[in-house]
């Protein structure tokens, strides 16, 4: 079992819709939670970082439970340049190394 | 540089060929991991430098891999007697500070054919 796991999609949806996704990681350790966002062909760019307290950054919002070790990103009014590839990411705070998701692709149509 | 730079783009091997990658990370600095992505999967860990220090290697998959970073700054993977298994794009991420997690940029990557 990998220890952060994803429903890898793809996920195709119509331009403004909402879509969520989830992440499951298995390290009760981890310390900080993070999206990042992979365009084709291109190397993984943070999208947000994930807070317990729940957090929002225009129409993307991210939450974390720790109880369920449970991680969520919700996409609302979604655009045709959302269409890309998100990563779950935990950090392991022994030297800081970011585990990755699978990844969920979304595919936003016209 | 601005950024992380990571040569070559692209590299073709034959199959048991020797590659070596090269990762320029920020300047300053400090932290230097090296990736590998499979198609259609996340980055998997391989290896992780502090300055030159090689803190952590329990991600490289065999004793084919070898990564060095001897002046604390430029890194290069080597992989020997290259394998189709081992097809797949190679990341790079530098981060100034050990562990925080939203600082760390990642170069374009080399993509590696073994054929």
């Known amino acids: 079992r990998k220890e952060v796991e994803q429903d890898p999609g793809p996920f195709n949806v119509p331009e403004g819709a909402t879509v969520a996704f989830n992440c499951t990681y298995s390290n009760s350790a981890s310390q900080s939670f993070f999206w990042y966002r992979q365009d084709c062909r291109k190397e993984p760019k943070l999208l947000m970082s994930v807070y317990s307290s729940g957090n929002e950054d225009g129409r993307f919002t991210a939450q974390l439970n720790r109880a369920s070790q449970y991680i969520s990103l919700l996409i609302r009014d979604s655009k045709l340049s959302d269409s890309a590839t998100y990563l779950c990411?935990?950090?392991?705070?022994?030297?800081?190394?970011?585990?990755f998701g699978q990844g969920t692709e979304l595919s936003v149509k016209p | 540089g601005a950024g992380v730079s990571q040569s070559p783009r692209y590299k073709v091997a034959k199959r048991g060929q020797d590659v070596a990658l090269r990762c320029d990370p920020i300047?300053?600095?400090?932290?230097l991991f090296w990736y590998q992505q499979a198609l259609g999967q996340g980055p998997e860990f391989l290896t992780y430098f502090q300055n030159e220090a090689q803190l952590d290697k329990s991600g490289l998959p065999s004793d084919r891999f070898f990564a060095e970073r001897p002046e604390g700054s430029v890194s290069t993977l080597k992989i020997q007697r290259t394998q189709q298994e081992d097809s797949a794009v190679y990341l790079c991420a530098s981060s100034l500070v050990p562990g925080q997690g939203d600082g760390y940029t990642f170069g374009s990557g080399t993509r590696l054919t073994v054929v």
């Open positions: 300047s300053g600095h400090v932290s």
């Open positions: 990411v935990v950090l392991r705070n022994q030297g800081g190394k970011l585990i």
